[in-house]
């Protein structure tokens, strides 16, 4: 039987400052188009269907064939188009999740209370739990059977306090990503701004930033594989 995955996407339209936000086109369609050879693929979002896609990502990428590809692929469309929302979701079903980024999950996913279980409901049942660029800050209400963070003593990456400041949107979000998750006891390491890294440790797995998309599908498939 081919393994399972739930992509959880973003319901956020605005940043704080005001500006169209959602997830991040390619963020979703590089690790997609990895792992839907190999696996089954259902979508969810804190309020269902039809998520929404930062627009901007749409014009940087409109030469990137797997993000073009996505946007047109009417398998895609009917999964976007019958998201769960997260309490319809049943971690049982699957073998790993994976958070798409975007700005919007530092501000919805990261607060949500439902998301908060669904993510300690992936980690304490041993499944794989992924995330890349601004998809970790969905992460960082997940705790263990004790009630620590999944970060706590753990490798991860995500976008850097560089990247944000370079983007000017600092003042978009409600916390830094690295620095937030450094507080919660991860060890936090990086590549250059814009240069793929991917960390694996254990069954968490994060990237940091759009070029660590391709990447984390591969490393996601390579722990499903083991």
């Known amino acids: 039987m081919a393994p399972r995955i739930l992509f959880v996407f973003t319901s956020a339209t605005t940043t704080l400052s005001g500006h169209p936000t959602g997830w ?26 039809n998520p929404p896609l930062d627009p901007g990502s749409i014009e940087s990428y409109k030469s990137d064939t797997d993000s073009v590809k996505f946007l047109e692929d009417s ?26 980024g975007g700005h919007g999950p530092v501000i919805d996913l990261a607060s949500d209370p439902e998301n908060a279980k669904l993510v300690s409901a992936f980690w304490q049942k041993g499944k794989i739990t992924s995330a890349v660029c601004h998809g970790p800050a969905a992460l960082v209400g997940g705790v263990d059977a004790d009630g620590k963070s999944i970060f706590s003593g753990r490798e991860f990456t995500g976008f850097s306090n560089e990247e944000e400041i370079a983007v000017d949107e600092v003042k978009a979000v409600p916390f830094l990503l690295e620095d937030k998750i450094k507080g919660l006891g991860g060890q936090y390491s990086k590549a250059g701004a814009w240069q793929a890294k991917v960390v694996v440790d254990g069954k968490l797995i994060t990237g940091q930033n759009p070029a660590s998309a391709e990447p984390i599908g591969k490393a996601i498939l390579e722990a499903l594989q083991k």
Do not use: C, M, R, W
């Open 24 to 49: 991040f086109l390619p963020e979703a369609a590089h690790p997609y188009y990895v792992l839907a050879p190999h696996a089954e693929i259902d979508f969810a979002a804190p309020k269902g269907p």
């Open 75 to 100: 398998v895609v469309k009917q999964k976007l188009a019958s998201a769960k929302t997260l309490t319809e979701v049943n971690v049982d079903d699957y073998d790993a999740v994976f958070y798409v």
